[in-house]
């Protein structure tokens, strides 16, 4: 039986390198869905929500396909942050969650249309940022670009200089829990050489 080609739904070359220490063959086409926000829904269920809808619109083009579809937010005490519009609002972003502990949670959806077969899941890590005034905060966006980062930063890029500890997936910040993706992708008989190892 031959496996189905694996499409990744996504432009983000972060979550193109996660999916290549995997270690498997995939397709990158990505979606041009809009990213809905609603005030009503939690961090988790939006980004389950616009998962499915960037999965959903690719699958529609490759229905013998896997497609996964991925969104990444920041949540605070209830508010909800996305990739921020301009670099005074990345500002704003980082200076709400300095000194705070956020939850950055990724929703994933996997989608076999052909097979009738779809998966949504989402991935939760706590973050801990150091205490930061608006010249750190400033120095940092000079070295980092922050405008198609959910929350303004990027753990993965001079990530030392904002967070103080996390607690939960690693992966998941930078865009993709490959941990849990890992276990969702076997059950999608997506060619996977060897368990992964974990730390």
Known sequence: MSLP????????????ELLQQLGFEFQIVPSDSLEIVHESLTAGELAQINAYRKARRISKKFPDAVTLGVDTLVALDGAIFGKPTSLVDAHRMVSMLQGQTHQVVTGVCLIHLRAHRQRMFADQTDVTFRPLTLEQIRHYHKKVNPLDK????????????????????????????LERLHDELARFNVAIPLPMATA
């Open 150 to 177: 959910a929350g303004g930063y990027a753990i993965q890029e001079s990530g030392d200089l904002l967070v103080e500890a996390i607690s939960g997936s690693f992966t998941n910040v930078v865009g993709l829990p």
């Open 5 to 16: 080609t694996f499409i990744l739904a996504s432009a983000s070359p972060r979550r193109a």
